[in-house]
């Protein structure tokens, strides 16, 4: 399926073209990102996979069971465990969750629980209502235009 224009615009939107990011936090593989145009407003945008995360190189699947085994849903740590490179990005991801909790339990609303306070209980109260980071990714973009680990240009309208 085609993807309309985030902005809202009525017409299609076209294939423009593609950009490469590398898939993994050890710079080890890249891959193709597509790129659309809208031709009635102008703008051209990329549409992330649902593995891929907004500026980290980090795959979702990979974030959401390091943030699992940090608000102890599971007890299993990654496998394989990560490299230095990943850990380090693991790592700053967590924090930029933990730094965001006000803003978004009140993204999500009654989909957290109102005992939020932290991190931990931030990400067991989220897998509660989303079975995956791609969802939580998809739910936050659609309603407020902001992403789980920060508020990108990206997201927000031109203007």
């Known amino acids: 399926m085609r993807p309309v224009c985030p902005w809202g615009c009525p017409g299609t939107v076209h294939r423009h073209g593609y950009y490469e990011r590398y898939a993994d936090p050890e710079e080890t593989q890249k891959e193709r990102i597509q790129r659309y145009l809208c031709r009635p407003c102008g703008l051209s945008f990329s549409v992330l996979p649902p593995h891929r995360l907004p500026y980290r190189s980090i795959r979702a699947e990979r974030l959401q069971a390091d943030f699992d085994k940090r608000a102890e849903i ?28 006000t ?43 902001i992403s789980l680990l920060g508020n990108h240009r990206c997201l927000q309208p031109p203007g």
């Open 74 to 101: 599971q007890t299993q740590g990654l496998d394989p465990p990560p490299r230095v490179v990943e850990a380090g990005c693991l790592q700053r991801a967590w924090s930029a969750l933990t730094k965001r909790v």
């Open 103 to 145: 803003p978004l339990k009140d993204a999500f609303g009654q989909l957290v629980s109102s005992t939020v306070s932290d991190g931990a209980s931030l990400w067991a109260s989220l897998r509660q209502s989303f079975d995956s980071v791609a969802k939580m990714l998809c739910f936050l973009s659609e309603h407020h235009r």
